[in-house]
């Protein structure tokens, strides 16, 4: 009869050992084995036990999580088991940031009291305007957020107690609440513009671009379609289980720090060109490309090494990101009211190219939700450096869902993974002046 098991033999023992093969509420989604079941298999009474190596979690799933779901082979993406075009087409950024952290849509009075409860923690303390006025005037604006979500800590002493439900619940409103109010002063603040408070008559996404743009009039008043264009991208960005951020937000929340602090490393993560700073780098490229016409010579740059296609390319996605798909959408809105942003010519030529292209076909390297979020960031008038800011507003909700779960789960403990020994082995302290000289 088929066993759920492995049996491995070890050639250096000749022993056996059966492992046993585990699976998560759904058995179609894959099997595992406990890495831990390896250090049963030894070479000797003396020896520590089997390993398994993976650099870059490449094939380790580090927890079992019930958020959302990524078949990278099939560009599927869904958040708490609601496909995320349903979603982008009919939810909003506040409720998904509800559903995604307690498992459930909310129903109508559940929303209300959550709206109203994110509307009235909008506002930051005074003194985190005297501490943001430290920041050089060209700070980066990721930096200034990075910098400003770990000060929140010293604000809310209480926030350490991380094993009370209660205290939880509310540092995680006050943390969707404010950030939009922190990114905003530090774009505020890169350009010498004076801070605006929020306003509670307005939606989230319609008050930070208040708090962004307004200038000298009595009332700001967002473009409806922009607001709704920024809550759909907000929405595309809640959640993409286990990458590096939210890997971050687990690894540093798993010592029971507050979760500002650990917040602040989860969005240092995400700063990386690798991960969400590669909306900027697909700016910074397109622009660098210059023109429709030098694409293919870029494209040959990338194929010869020299190059890295930014915004294409994910460790999971094997396919079209689905994400990318809904923002080419709505970037057809935004432009609408913007006017086409010109370098979406160029994106799209080299998309064209790509696609076609046996490098990109060979690797099943497919654009990715940045190469197209920062063209229409940038023809809402965001600068570049603001790109993985609006990244991070929608993704703490994510990171906060990600840091609750993992509190929840009585199998995680600090996480701390193992190494590969590969130093010099055991040797003799000796004096500095008896050291030979240092090779140069
Ligand atoms: N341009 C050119 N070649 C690429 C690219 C790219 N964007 N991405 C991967 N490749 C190539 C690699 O050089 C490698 O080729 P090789 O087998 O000949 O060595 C192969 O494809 C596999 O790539 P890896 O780097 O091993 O893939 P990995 O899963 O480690 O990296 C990553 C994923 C970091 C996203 C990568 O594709 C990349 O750097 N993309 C550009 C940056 C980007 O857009 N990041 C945003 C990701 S989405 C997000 O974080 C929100």
Known sequence: MAKDSLTITDNRTNKT???????????????????????????????????????????????????????????????????????????????????????????????????????????????IKKFLDGFRYDAHPMGVFVGAVGALSTFYPDARGVDDPDCRAIQITRLIAKVPTLAAMAFRHSRGMPYVYPDNDLSLTGNFLNMLWRTAEPKYEPNPVLERALDVLFILHVDHEQNCSANAMRSIGSSRPDPYCALSGAAAALYGPLHGGANEAVLRMLAGIGTRANVNKFVEGVKGGKERLMGFGHRVYKNYDPRARIIKQTADEVFAVTGVNPLLEIALELEQVALKDEYFIERKLYPNVDFYSGIIYQAMGFPVDM????????????????????????????????QVYDGNDTRDYVEVGKRPPAAS
Not at 389 to 404: K, M, N
């Open 17 to 127: 050992y059966e492992i046993p093969i585990q699976y998560g509420t759904y058995p179609q989604y894959g099997a595992s084995i406990r890495a831990t079941d390896l250090r049963q298999i030894k070479n000797g009474e003396e020896d520590f036990g089997l390993l398994s190596y993976d650099p870059a979690f490449g094939n380790t799933a580090s927890c079992r999580s019930a958020i959302t779901f990524v078949d990278g082979e099939r560009g599927i993406l869904r958040y708490r088991g609601y496909p995320i075009d349903q979603l982008a087409e009919k939810s909003s950024y506040l409720e998904v940031a509800y559903l995604i952290l307690h498992g459930e849509l909310p129903d109508e009075q559940q929303l209300k009291v959550w709206v109203d409860d994110i509307t009235i923690h909008t506002m930051v303390h005074e003194s």
């Open 387 to 418: 790109f993985p800011v609006l990244f991070a507003i929608p993704r703490t909700a994510g990171w906060l869902a990600q840091w609750e779960e993992l509190l929840k789960d009585k199998e995680q403990r600090i996480a701390r993974p193992r």
